[in-house]
């Protein structure tokens, strides 16, 4: 079983729907990134949370440390938002990233 | 201010042949880590770097190796290049090390024939 576990793998939606990319880990962790990679391969780094939530315009980034479960929320999707979101987990006490295997969303107009 | 720069975007090498890698982190970021993309592994760490010092290195086999200058641009390098070792390699640079965030470059992606 991988330490970071992302749902769903693949995720097709319409335009203006909301979204949810669920990660659960099995590890201790100090913090946990969202990460956003388009085809091309760069990545962006949208949220670093250790606790509670953040919002980034149409992004909303949760965590609950005690179910050691995080979620990324698209509000009003769009096109532009059609990328594979990868969850990356921070082991407490290390300097190791470990990924989730990522959630390849695809939003049509 | 300017992003994380790795360089070249893309590499064609030969099965036996070594290949080096080159990441300038953001300035003033003293801290850098490497990781490798594939298709059936997804993303994997590497190794991380900070004060030309390396901090963690992750399981890949000793034909993988990296540094850190004084200026804390880093090289990664693999010597006796297997097809395995087509990837996209990416590194990222943080201010320190720790709980703070990761600012990724644009990768180089490597092929082996």
């Known amino acids: 079983k991988n330490e970071v576990e992302q749902s769903p793998q693949n995720l097709t939606a319409q335009e203006g729907e909301f979204i949810t990319i669920n990660c659960s880990y099995s590890?201790?962790?100090?913090?946990l990134h969202w990460l956003q990679q388009h085809p091309g391969g760069g990545i962006v780094s949208l949220f670093m949370?250790?606790?509670g939530k953040k919002k980034h315009g149409r992004l909303i980034a949760t965590i609950n440390i005690q179910e050691k479960h995080s979620s990324l929320h698209i509000t009003a999707s769009h096109p532009r938002d059609s990328a594979v979101y990868i969850c990356a987990v921070l082991q407490g006490g290390s300097e190791k990233l470990v990924f989730g295997k990522g959630t390849k969303l695809t939003v049509n107009p | 201010k300017a992003g994380v720069t790795q360089t070249p975007r893309y590499l064609i090498k030969t099965r036996g042949q070594q290949v080096t890698l080159s990441c300038s982190p953001i300035s003033g970021h003293r801290s850098v880590s490497w990781y490798q993309q594939t298709p059936g592994q997804g993303l994997q760490f590497l190794f991380e770097y900070f004060s030309e010092t390396q901090r963690n290195k992750g399981n890949f086999p000793g034909r993988f190796s990296g540094r850190q200058f004084s200026n804390s641009r880093s090289e990664m390098n693999v010597s006796t290049l297997e097809l395995g070792d087509s990837a996209l390699y990416l590194c990222?640079?943080?201010?320190?090390?720790?709980?703070?965030?990761?600012?990724f470059g644009q990768g180089t992606r490597l092929t082996v024939v």
């Open positions: 949370l250790s606790s």
């Open positions: 590890v201790g962790i100090s913090a």
């Open positions: 990222a640079s943080k201010g320190t090390p720790g709980n703070t965030e990761a600012f």
